[in-house]
T-cell receptor, first 114, second 112 residues
Framework: TQLLEQSPQFLSIQEGENLTVYCNSSSVFSSLQWYRQEPGEGPVLLVTVVTGGEVKKLKRLTFQFGDARKDSSLHITAAQPGDTGLYLCAGFKAGGTSYGKLTFGQGTILTVHP | NAGVTQTPKFQVLKTGQSMTLQCAQDMNHNSMYWYRQDPGMGLRLIYYSASEGTTDKGEVPNGYNVSRLNKREFSLRLESAAPSQTSVYFC???????????FGPGTRLTVL
């Protein structure tokens, strides 16, 4: 059972286009993280959103956490070839039997063509 | 400060062989994790260790065992490798009071 549904799985766009990646769940998370992974490397954290409705910006990347803390989105403005990679969302639940565990979405493979 | 290191980087096994994947972190983190990554599946948690001396099963523990050797090291063992265990394995660590997990570079394992 995939608790975090990420869409789309694949995205192939031209340089300069905008795009949005979605991460949806029926579960509530204490925080939602977005990672970027390049071939042959481990995921690297881009941002953590904690508060429902929170919006964070990282240059051309905008991250939003849903009001109910069940979903999130990543929007990239004017995509560049350097944005190419695998983007992963991950939900974090603190405490209880889920102590410290991250639940990952399936990932979105983004290819930005020059 | 190397962060999270994993060895080996690549490994090919025959069905039935055993091996241990090594992971070490130098950030004095309490929690450590083992994931496997397969196409279209994201990362799935195999085992984790909330603190030194404790280990717990994750989402896909069957066929694996772990040892939290000390605070720095967390190893993953495949006793009898199967082709279904062909995957990329990532180790991660986390500080107790932070959500962020730091990942190693991964071990690419092929079981023939």
């Amino acid at each position: 059972t995939q608790l975090l549904e990420q869409s789309p799985q694949f995205l192939s766009i031209q340089e300069g286009e905008n795009l949005t990646v979605y991460c949806n769940s029926s579960s509530v998370f204490s925080s939602l993280q977005w990672y970027r992974q390049e071939p042959g490397e481990g995921p690297v954290l881009l941002v953590t959103v904690v508060t429902g409705g929170e919006v964070k910006k990282l240059k051309r990347l905008t991250f939003q956490f849903g009001d109910a803390r069940k979903d999130s989105s990543l929007h990239i403005t004017a995509a560049q070839p350097g944005d190419t990679g695998l983007y992963l969302c991950a939900g974090f639940k603190a405490g209880g039997t889920s102590y410290g565990k991250l639940t990952f979405g399936q990932g979105t493979i983004l290819t930005v063509h020059p | 400060n190397a962060g999270v290191t994993q060895t080996p980087k690549f490994q090919v096994l025959k069905t039935g062989q055993s091996m241990t994947l090594q992971c070490a972190q130098d950030m004095n983190h309490n929690s450590m994790y083992w994931y496997r990554q397969d196409p279209g599946m994201g990362l799935r948690l195999i085992y984790y260790s909330a603190s030194e001396g404790t280990t717990d099963k994750g989402e896909v523990p069957n066929g694996y065992n772990v040892s939290r050797l000390n605070k720095r090291e967390f190893s993953l063992r495949l006793e009898s490798a199967a082709p279904s265990q062909t995957s990329v394995y990532f180790c991660a660590s986390r500080r107790r009071d932070r959500d962020t997990q730091y990942f190693g570079p991964g071990t690419r394992l092929t079981v023939l």
